[in-house]
T-cell receptor, first 115, second 115 residues
Framework: GENVEQHPSTLSVQEGDSAVIKCTYSDSASNYFPWYKQELGKGPQLIID?????GEKKDQRIAVTLNKTAKHFSLHITETQPEDSAVYFCAASWTYGGATNKLIFGTGTLLAVQP | KAGVTQTPRYLIKTRGQQVTLSCSPISGHRSVSWYQQTPGQGLQFLFEYFSETQRNKGNFPGRFSGRQFSNSRSEMNVSTLELGDSALYLC??????????????FGPGTRLTVL
């Protein structure tokens, strides 16, 4: 069935270091992969997304890479700052038989950036 | 543009009651999706509405239902509440939803507590 695995569940880094979160998806038809950041008491906020026709996408300190053969994608945050501390979720979606906005989410990674 | 708004933000109900949650999407967005977030099950897709029609449905019992109005606002209803329905209910809006997976923007959620 549809499944997205996310690792690690918790990640602690020093301010200025890089953080990497990895996700694996099960459905080879998946073609859209967003990443969300959720702070306490708030809804998930989209930080970056990638579609299956692209291997890598970057936005300032944030980048996402996609390996369709291995069915995994990763979030890279460079030069981490304390305000990057939050729970990060990966998700996957696909389009077959018509459009869909059904996202399958990973289990989340609690990122703590130590000052 | 104003973001996704959800009302109420907090709700306390007792077992057996029913509840209606409301979501107003970003102006111009036509698709609204609902998700349930719990510590045990994570983020799970409930259903999606597009042009007043349910386009996709997750694996939830029939006690969970929704609808969308002509102005794209959406409501979800949970009947015969159970303790396990306690969760953060999130609404996400997206622009058009035709032929591919849209970028989805989440609201702050409604925190439902069932006693």
């Amino acid at each position: 069935g549809e499944n997205v695995e996310q690792h690690p569940s918790t990640l602690s880094v020093q301010e200025g270091d890089s953080a990497v979160i990895k996700c694996t998806y099960s459905d080879s038809a998946s073609n859209y992969f967003p990443w969300y950041k959720q702070e306490l008491g708030k809804g998930p906020q989209l930080i970056i997304d990638i579609r299956s026709n692209v291997g890598e996408k970057k936005d300032q300190r944030i980048a996402v890479t996609l390996n369709k053969t291995a069915k995994h994608f990763s979030l890279h945050i460079t030069e981490t700052q304390p305000e990057d501390s939050a729970v990060y979720f990966c998700a996957a979606s696909w389009t077959y038989g018509g459009a869909t906005n059904k996202l399958i989410f990973g289990t989340g990674t609690l990122l703590a950036v130590q000052p | 543009k104003a973001g996704v708004t959800q009302t109420p933000r907090y709700l306390i109900k007792t077992r057996g009651q029913q509840v209606t949650l409301s979501c107003s999407p970003i102006s111009g967005h036509r698709s609204v999706s609902w998700y349930q977030q719990t510590p045990g099950q994570g983020l799970q897709f409930l259903f999606e509405y597009f042009s007043e029609t349910q386009r996709n449905k997750g694996n939830f019992p029939g006690r969970f239902s929704g609808r969308q109005f002509s102005n794209s606002r959406s409501e979800m209803n949970v009947s015969t509440l159970e303790l396990g329905d306690s969760a953060l209910y999130l609404c996400a809006s997206s622009p058009a939803g035709t032929g591919f997976t849209d970028t989805q923007y989440f609201g702050p959620g409604t925190r439902l507590t069932v006693l």
